[in-house]
């Protein structure tokens, strides 16, 4: 079966290689608006299903996947940040404390059928310095990431221990994905 996975992210694409040695990969455009007062962890796997909804539409005939990943904090996202002063609030807010990473996966078949998960994971910040935030903030890494960091990256400096699934906080839940996969036959 054609594997599609519904994302640019190099992350993303990187993990998804984990379990398939062949796929497309097809970066979408979805309203990635939350509604308002909507569960978090409903919302994480909406938006997964809106990616695999609009990679569907392009690859009617193969298996589309799309994940969304959300760090929340005192039961608040925390999206990507706007600006370098942006990334340091964030990050100051998540600094010696415990916050949770929603990661959610869609996969859609041609013929209708759904599968979706979604993955918790705790992630607990050690209470870094200043100065350690400035560098870390002069790499850019936090840029482009929900959260303002990278686990995989600059950012690991800044974790003092997870419980959950490392793949969810990076992106992708490769272990679930995988099951998902094997139990309908696609891979």
Partial sequence: ????????????????????????????????????????????????????????????????????????????PLGKPENAAHAAEMLRRLRGRTHEVLTGLAVLLPDGTARTLCTRTRVTFRDFAEDELAAYLATGEPMDKAGAYGIQGRGALLIAGIEGDYYSVMGLPVAGLHVILRELGAI
């Fill in 1 to 76: 079966m054609k594997l599609v996975l519904a994302s640019g992210s190099p992350r993303r694409r990187e993990l998804m290689a984990l379990i398939a040695q062949t796929f497309t990969v097809c970066p979408v455009d979805a309203d990635e608006t939350l509604r308002r007062g909507a569960p978090l962890d409903e919302e994480v796997v909406r938006l997964s299903r809106l990616k695999a909804e609009a990679a569907l539409g392009l690859h009617p005939d193969a298996v589309c996947i799309g994940s969304d990943t959300m760090v929340t904090i005192d039961g608040l």
